[in-house]
């Protein structure tokens, strides 16, 4: 009776791939009755339920379960070989469930309708847009650098410690929904990862945890990034799953925010890809609006990048190119790129707002 139980969830696999793919193709459905319909209960649902526990249940998740996979293969070994069909019918059913649980309990929000349409924002821009943008944002973001610092040659340093930062991050949502009724968040489920020194060494900041809806942010980076990397694991919870809109809706929050140490990260934050996306495009053009920048500010940006570097290994890229398949198995085209696609959001978005 097992084995036939196991064997009929294995076969599960290909209804559920089915239904995946149709889904796809029919995302207002998706925003309407997931993202906006089903989806906010049960990320709710999940946040009341593990956001008051200090530490990650995820994780702890996680931990059981790589020791439970090691003890099982080691335990069965021997067998292995004798049994092949059923141990792969085991796996088989065990992936199964956890693709089921993947999509209903989030990954089918990779297929709703793309941001820039709930917003009405055009999807590409003209150089000459970019550079107006960038220059606006280089303008608010050297203005509230100088508010902190009091010239322009000293870095700022956040005065909040990480566990406050988490407490206030919410604040910035909570404007935010004002514009954006669909962004309400609450009840808060944000903790530092159990495993922030793989995560740096795999070179992320943060992830969200598809299962129990807890958004994690790597212990180690400087407190710099923190606001902006919790705002964007928050993001992911209310539902946004394509990296380039958590990037834009954590920006957001950042820079709605009553706390100017959060709208300092937030603003900094869009000029950052603005100024690589025009490096990327024009070199000389960028060196001449990277002059205008506050030292201060290029100070920031060198101590997160000096922070990455210190962590560099061999294996990083191993991990971000396994990262990257995974984005691209779920409707973002260009994988690790798909972060970087925030700045036609940027443009669309600040080019029509007065800073």
């Known amino acids: 009776?097992?084995?036939?139980?196991?064997?009929?969830?294995?076969?599960?696999?290909?209804?559920?791939?089915?239904?995946?793919?149709?889904?796809?193709?029919?995302?207002?459905?998706?925003?309407?009755?997931?993202?906006?319909?089903?989806?906010?209960?049960?990320?709710?649902?999940?946040?009341?339920?593990?956001?008051?526990?200090?530490?990650?249940?995820?994780?702890?998740?996680?931990?059981?379960?790589?020791?439970?996979i090691i003890r099982w293969f080691y335990l069965n070994r021997k067998?292995?070989?004798?049994?092949?069909?059923?141990?792969?019918?085991?796996?088989?059913?065990?992936?199964?469930?956890?693709?089921?649980?993947?999509?209903?309990?989030?990954?089918l929000n990779y297929y709703r309708l793309p941001l820039y349409k709930s917003l009405n924002l055009k999807a590409d821009y003209t150089t000459a847009q970019l550079v107006d943008v960038t220059k606006k944002l280089i303008d608010k973001s050297n203005t509230?650098?100088?508010?902190?610092?009091?010239?322009?040659?000293?870095?700022?340093?956040?005065p909040y410690t990480k566990g406050k930062i988490f407490k206030l991050a919410p604040r910035g949502y909570d404007n935010l929904k004002n514009t954006f009724p669909s962004l309400e968040y609450h009840p808060k489920s944000i903790k530092k990862s159990l495993f922030s020194y793989p995560l740096t060494y795999m070179g992320f900041s943060g992830y969200l945890n598809p299962i129990t809806n807890e958004a994690h942010v790597d212990a180690l980076i400087p407190k710099y990034l923190f606001p902006t990397t919790t705002s964007h694991e928050m993001a992911h919870q209310v539902g946004y799953a394509a990296e380039n809109e958590a990037n834009f809706i954590g920006c957001l929050a950042s820079i709605n925010h009553d706390d100017i140490y959060f709208q300092y990260t937030g603003y900094t934050f869009a000029l950052r890809f603005c100024l690589n996306e025009i490096a990327r495009r024009?070199?000389?053009?960028?060196?001449?609006?990277?002059?205008?920048v506050n030292k201060g500010?290029?100070?920031?940006?060198?101590e997160a990048?000096?922070?990455?570097?210190?962590?560099?290994?061999?294996?990083?890229?191993?991990?971000?190119?396994?990262?990257?398949?995974?984005?691209?198995?779920?409707?973002?085209?260009?994988?690790?790129e798909s972060y970087s696609y925030v700045v036609a959001l940027f443009v669309n978005y600040f080019e029509k707002e007065v800073l």
């Open 79 to 107: 067998s292995l070989r004798k049994n092949t069909r059923q141990y792969i019918i085991d796996v088989a059913s065990a992936t199964a469930i956890i693709y089921f649980a993947f999509h209903v309990l989030w990954g």
């Open 1 to 68: 009776m097992l084995k036939n139980t196991k064997t009929l969830i294995t076969l599960s696999l290909i209804p559920q791939y089915i239904f995946i793919k149709w889904v796809s193709h029919y995302p207002e459905f998706v925003e309407t009755f997931y993202s906006n319909g089903i989806y906010a209960y049960i990320s709710k649902l999940f946040r009341y339920s593990l956001g008051w526990i200090p530490f990650s249940f995820g994780d702890l998740v996680y931990a059981f379960s790589i020791i439970y």
């Open 305 to 336: 990048r000096d922070f990455w570097d210190s962590y560099e290994n061999p294996l990083e890229p191993i991990f971000k190119t396994t990262y990257s398949s995974y984005l691209k198995a779920n409707k973002q085209a260009k994988g690790m």
């Open 282 to 292: 024009d070199e000389a053009l960028f060196e001449e609006l990277y002059k205008t």
């Open 144 to 158: 509230i650098h100088y508010e902190i610092a009091g010239n322009d040659s000293i870095k700022i340093d956040i």
């Open 297 to 302: 500010i290029l100070y920031n940006y060198k």
